[in-house]
Protein backbone atom coordinates (compact mmCIF):
# COMPACT_ATOMS: atom_id res chain seq x y z
CA UNK A 1 0.00 0.00 0.00
CA UNK A 2 1.88 3.26 -1.08
CA UNK A 3 1.99 6.57 1.29
CA UNK A 4 -0.68 8.36 -0.40
CA UNK A 5 -3.12 5.29 0.35
CA UNK A 6 -1.80 5.25 3.87
CA UNK A 7 -2.10 8.77 4.59
CA UNK A 8 -5.73 9.52 3.08
CA UNK A 9 -6.90 6.76 5.28
CA UNK A 10 -5.02 7.14 8.06
CA UNK A 11 -5.88 11.41 7.72
CA UNK A 12 -9.01 10.97 7.42
CA UNK A 13 -10.05 8.33 9.89
CA UNK A 14 -8.42 10.79 12.93
CA UNK A 15 -10.86 13.70 11.19
CA UNK A 16 -13.56 11.54 11.56
CA UNK A 17 -12.65 10.19 15.13
CA UNK A 18 -11.83 13.88 16.12
CA UNK A 19 -15.36 15.10 15.16
CA UNK A 20 -16.72 12.42 16.67
CA UNK A 21 -14.89 13.37 19.98
CA UNK A 22 -15.96 16.96 19.45
CA UNK A 23 -19.72 16.11 19.28
CA UNK A 24 -19.74 14.71 22.90
CA UNK A 25 -16.49 15.40 24.14
CA UNK A 26 -16.41 19.04 24.11
CA UNK A 27 -19.50 21.17 25.71
CA UNK A 28 -19.95 23.45 22.58
CA UNK A 29 -23.02 24.89 19.91
CA UNK A 30 -23.48 24.00 16.70
CA UNK A 31 -22.02 26.96 15.41
CA UNK A 32 -18.50 25.95 17.05
CA UNK A 33 -18.97 22.28 15.89
CA UNK A 34 -19.86 23.20 12.03
CA UNK A 35 -16.82 25.58 11.55
CA UNK A 36 -14.22 22.99 13.67
CA UNK A 37 -15.51 20.18 10.97
CA UNK A 38 -15.35 22.90 7.97
CA UNK A 39 -12.00 23.84 9.13
CA UNK A 40 -10.78 19.96 9.84
CA UNK A 41 -12.04 18.89 5.95
CA UNK A 42 -9.89 21.47 4.96
CA UNK A 43 -6.81 20.94 6.73
CA UNK A 44 -6.82 17.51 5.78
CA UNK A 45 -7.78 18.00 2.16
CA UNK A 46 -5.09 20.88 2.05
CA UNK A 47 -2.52 19.34 3.69
CA UNK A 48 -3.19 15.75 0.97
CA UNK A 49 -2.47 18.24 -1.90
CA UNK A 50 0.59 19.24 -0.18
CA UNK A 51 2.23 16.09 0.27
CA UNK A 52 1.08 14.36 -3.08
CA UNK A 53 1.10 15.20 -6.35
CA UNK A 54 -1.85 14.79 -8.86
CA UNK A 55 -5.21 16.16 -6.95
CA UNK A 56 -6.70 19.43 -7.53
CA UNK A 57 -9.76 21.07 -5.84
CA UNK A 58 -11.81 21.64 -8.71
CA UNK A 59 -11.49 18.23 -10.61
CA UNK A 60 -14.87 16.90 -9.31
CA UNK A 61 -17.09 19.88 -9.84
CA UNK A 62 -16.91 20.08 -13.21
CA UNK A 63 -20.56 20.75 -14.31
CA UNK A 64 -19.25 20.49 -18.32
CA UNK A 65 -20.19 16.66 -17.86
CA UNK A 66 -23.55 16.86 -16.85
CA UNK A 67 -26.38 16.66 -19.93
CA UNK A 68 -29.71 17.81 -19.77
CA UNK A 69 -30.63 13.81 -19.59
CA UNK A 70 -28.37 13.40 -16.16
CA UNK A 71 -30.23 16.41 -14.72
CA UNK A 72 -33.68 15.24 -15.18
CA UNK A 73 -32.15 12.23 -13.67
CA UNK A 74 -30.88 13.54 -11.05
CA UNK A 75 -34.23 15.41 -10.37
CA UNK A 76 -36.27 11.92 -10.77
CA UNK A 77 -33.23 10.57 -8.13
CA UNK A 78 -33.89 13.49 -5.86
CA UNK A 79 -37.01 13.17 -5.62
CA UNK A 80 -37.13 9.25 -4.97
CA UNK A 81 -34.85 9.89 -1.92
CA UNK A 82 -37.02 12.44 -0.48
CA UNK A 83 -39.71 10.37 -0.48
CA UNK A 84 -37.51 7.39 1.48
CA UNK A 85 -36.57 9.02 3.96
CA UNK A 86 -40.06 10.30 4.30
CA UNK A 87 -41.36 6.71 4.50
CA UNK A 88 -38.70 5.86 6.60
CA UNK A 89 -39.45 8.17 9.42
CA UNK A 90 -43.48 7.54 9.04
CA UNK A 91 -42.33 3.85 9.93
CA UNK A 92 -39.87 4.55 12.36
CA UNK A 93 -41.65 7.09 14.42
CA UNK A 94 -42.95 4.77 16.97
CA UNK A 95 -39.77 3.57 17.66
CA UNK A 96 -38.05 6.94 19.16
CA UNK A 97 -39.51 9.55 21.50
CA UNK A 98 -39.00 12.56 19.01
CA UNK A 99 -39.35 15.02 22.50
CA UNK A 100 -35.58 13.56 23.14
CA UNK A 101 -34.28 15.01 19.80
CA UNK A 102 -35.95 18.39 20.24
CA UNK A 103 -34.48 18.33 23.72
CA UNK A 104 -30.94 17.80 22.72
CA UNK A 105 -31.13 19.89 19.64
CA UNK A 106 -32.08 22.93 22.69
CA UNK A 107 -30.40 22.22 25.44
CA UNK A 108 -26.81 20.64 23.85
CA UNK A 109 -26.74 21.88 20.61
CA UNK A 110 -28.10 25.56 21.23
CA UNK A 111 -30.45 25.59 18.47
CA UNK A 112 -33.51 27.20 18.84
CA UNK A 113 -36.75 27.42 16.58
CA UNK A 114 -35.29 30.43 14.63
CA UNK A 115 -32.13 29.32 14.71
CA UNK A 116 -33.31 26.55 13.32
CA UNK A 117 -34.25 27.63 10.38
CA UNK A 118 -30.82 28.95 9.38
CA UNK A 119 -29.45 25.46 10.68
CA UNK A 120 -31.79 23.79 7.67
CA UNK A 121 -30.48 26.42 5.10
CA UNK A 122 -26.92 25.69 5.75
CA UNK A 123 -27.20 21.75 6.36
CA UNK A 124 -29.22 21.81 3.16
CA UNK A 125 -26.77 23.76 1.14
CA UNK A 126 -23.55 23.58 2.68
CA UNK A 127 -23.18 21.12 4.77
CA UNK A 128 -24.16 18.09 2.42
CA UNK A 129 -21.76 19.96 0.00
CA UNK A 130 -18.74 19.59 2.31
CA UNK A 131 -19.82 16.03 3.01
CA UNK A 132 -20.08 15.18 -0.92
CA UNK A 133 -16.46 16.65 -1.52
CA UNK A 134 -15.14 15.07 1.86
CA UNK A 135 -16.18 11.89 1.12
CA UNK A 136 -17.05 11.27 -2.65
CA UNK A 137 -15.11 13.77 -4.10
CA UNK A 138 -12.26 13.64 -1.92
CA UNK A 139 -11.81 9.92 -0.41
CA UNK A 140 -13.78 8.00 -2.93
CA UNK A 141 -12.01 9.68 -6.11
CA UNK A 142 -8.45 9.37 -4.69
CA UNK A 143 -8.52 5.61 -3.40
CA UNK A 144 -8.35 2.67 -5.54
CA UNK A 145 -12.02 1.66 -6.75
CA UNK A 146 -12.44 -1.48 -4.40
CA UNK A 147 -10.94 0.27 -1.94
CA UNK A 148 -12.87 3.34 -1.94
CA UNK A 149 -16.19 1.33 -2.19
CA UNK A 150 -15.38 0.06 1.75
CA UNK A 151 -13.19 2.98 3.15
CA UNK A 152 -15.35 5.82 2.00
CA UNK A 153 -19.17 4.35 3.01
CA UNK A 154 -17.47 3.22 6.39
CA UNK A 155 -16.17 6.44 7.44
CA UNK A 156 -19.33 8.37 5.98
CA UNK A 157 -22.03 5.98 8.03
CA UNK A 158 -19.45 6.29 11.18
CA UNK A 159 -18.98 10.18 10.94
CA UNK A 160 -23.02 10.56 11.35
CA UNK A 161 -23.45 8.28 13.95
CA UNK A 162 -22.24 10.51 16.59
CA UNK A 163 -24.67 13.10 15.86
CA UNK A 164 -27.33 11.24 16.46
CA UNK A 165 -26.67 8.45 19.20
CA UNK A 166 -28.57 9.79 21.72
CA UNK A 167 -31.59 10.25 19.30
CA UNK A 168 -32.18 6.40 18.89
CA UNK A 169 -31.84 2.92 21.14
CA UNK A 170 -29.00 0.65 20.06
CA UNK A 171 -31.07 -1.26 17.15
CA UNK A 172 -32.01 2.05 15.29
CA UNK A 173 -28.83 3.36 15.38
CA UNK A 174 -27.23 0.21 14.11
CA UNK A 175 -30.38 0.51 11.53
CA UNK A 176 -29.18 3.95 10.70
CA UNK A 177 -25.35 2.64 10.35
CA UNK A 178 -26.69 0.39 7.95
CA UNK A 179 -28.97 2.94 5.96
CA UNK A 180 -26.24 5.10 5.65
CA UNK A 181 -23.54 2.75 4.22
CA UNK A 182 -25.81 1.64 1.57
CA UNK A 183 -26.60 5.30 0.92
CA UNK A 184 -23.18 6.33 0.22
CA UNK A 185 -22.74 2.76 -2.32
CA UNK A 186 -25.31 4.42 -4.49
CA UNK A 187 -23.94 7.76 -3.98
CA UNK A 188 -19.90 6.31 -5.54
CA UNK A 189 -22.60 4.74 -8.23
CA UNK A 190 -24.08 7.61 -9.15
CA UNK A 191 -21.03 9.75 -9.72
CA UNK A 192 -18.67 7.11 -10.67
CA UNK A 193 -19.58 7.28 -14.50
CA UNK A 194 -19.19 11.10 -15.00
CA UNK A 195 -16.47 11.58 -11.53
CA UNK A 196 -18.26 14.11 -10.08
CA UNK A 197 -20.15 15.22 -6.84
CA UNK A 198 -23.39 16.93 -8.51
CA UNK A 199 -24.88 13.07 -8.71
CA UNK A 200 -24.41 12.98 -4.81
CA UNK A 201 -25.06 16.43 -4.02
CA UNK A 202 -28.43 16.91 -5.40
CA UNK A 203 -29.61 13.49 -4.31
CA UNK A 204 -28.31 14.79 -1.02
CA UNK A 205 -29.75 17.81 -1.08
CA UNK A 206 -33.93 16.28 -1.47
CA UNK A 207 -32.56 14.17 1.26
CA UNK A 208 -31.54 16.89 3.53
CA UNK A 209 -34.82 19.00 2.56
CA UNK A 210 -37.29 16.15 3.51
CA UNK A 211 -35.42 16.18 7.17
CA UNK A 212 -35.36 19.65 7.58
CA UNK A 213 -38.84 19.97 6.99
CA UNK A 214 -39.70 17.01 9.29
CA UNK A 215 -37.29 18.60 11.73
CA UNK A 216 -39.65 22.09 11.76
CA UNK A 217 -42.47 19.66 12.85
CA UNK A 218 -40.42 20.12 16.34
CA UNK A 219 -40.21 23.94 16.82
CA UNK A 220 -43.97 24.76 14.91
Request: some cysteine.
Amino acid sequence: MSKKIIFLISSTFVTCATLAFIEHGLTINYTIKTISKISLFFLNIWLYSKLFQGFRFTDVLSMKKLSRRDWLHLLLLGTLSAGIVLFAYLMLQPFFDIREIKHDLTNRLGITATGFIFVGIYVTLINSLLEEYFFRGFIFFQLPRKLGYIISPLLFASYHIPMIALWFNKFLIAACFIGLWLIAIIFHKVNEKNRTIWFSWIIHICADIMIIIIGMTLFF
